[in-house]
């Protein structure tokens, strides 16, 4: 999986507790981000980072946050779980935008009950 | 807007035979193409892409996928199918930033 990890890789918490995945790195690349993938959706963008503090929101970015404050290093935080929010989480990096093909590392399932 | 189509939920094929897992694209300007391969609770593994240039990408475990620029297409296609092909295919397309559009998905079964 491309030098990265995810952790916790599963994960059951209840509604309203706050939750944190992390995602490391060791190829080095500039751009990290986050999915989640739902049956019938594929995968969706939450978010993504474009470098250490630099982060930006994705296509379903409400209810989560994320901090990168080294470049191996990339967390995403619920910081109140809800129900909607139970899914796989993927983490994925590439060197730069556009032409780059995107690693992805091996999930994370996360309940909220 | 970008969007990906993935028309079948399901493609059925015999070992031995060829297969075809259908994608079209719509993006405004010129897309960058990708398929990938997810095995049952793993994550998703890079198969080929398009980015510019011969419209027939060759790539891992023997796949390839064609470009159709008129008909907005990029089908995925292997000559001779593998039981160990069965798994969950997702097309993804890129116009350009950086989020990848993923189409929901197709499974691939191949009977022995």
């Known amino acids: ?113 | 807007a970008q969007s990906v189509a993935q028309p079948e939920d399901q493609v059925n094929v015999a070992e031995g035979n060829p297969l075809t897992v259908k994608c079209t694209y719509s993006v405004s300007g010129n897309p960058y193409l990708f398929w990938y391969v997810q095995y049952p609770n793993r994550g998703l593994q890079f198969l080929l892409k398009y980015i510019t240039g011969d419209n027939l990408v060759k790539g891992s475990y023997g796949f390839e996928a064609e470009f159709n620029k008129s008909q907005t297409s990029f089908h995925l296609k292997k000559p001779s199918a593998l039981v160990s092909d069965s798994a969950l295919y997702f097309c993804a397309v890129r116009e350009s930033g950086t989020a990848l559009i993923f189409g929901k998905g197709t499974t691939l079964s191949v009977s022995s």
């Open chain 1, 1 to 113: 999986d491309a030098g990265i990890t995810q952790s916790p890789r599963h994960k059951v918490t209840e509604t309203g507790t706050p939750v944190t995945l992390r995602c490391h790195q060791t190829e080095n690349h500039r751009y990290m981000y986050w999915y989640r993938q739902d049956p019938g959706h594929g995968l969706r963008l939450i978010h993504y980072s474009y470098g250490v503090k630099d982060t930006d929101k994705g296509e379903v970015s409400d209810g989560y946050s994320v901090s990168r404050s080294k470049t191996e290093d990339f967390l995403l935080t619920l910081e109140s779980a809800t129900s909607s929010q139970t899914s796989v989480y993927f983490c994925a990096i590439s060197e730069s935008t556009t032409q780059e093909t995107q690693y992805f590392g091996p999930g994370t399932r996360l309940l909220v009950l």
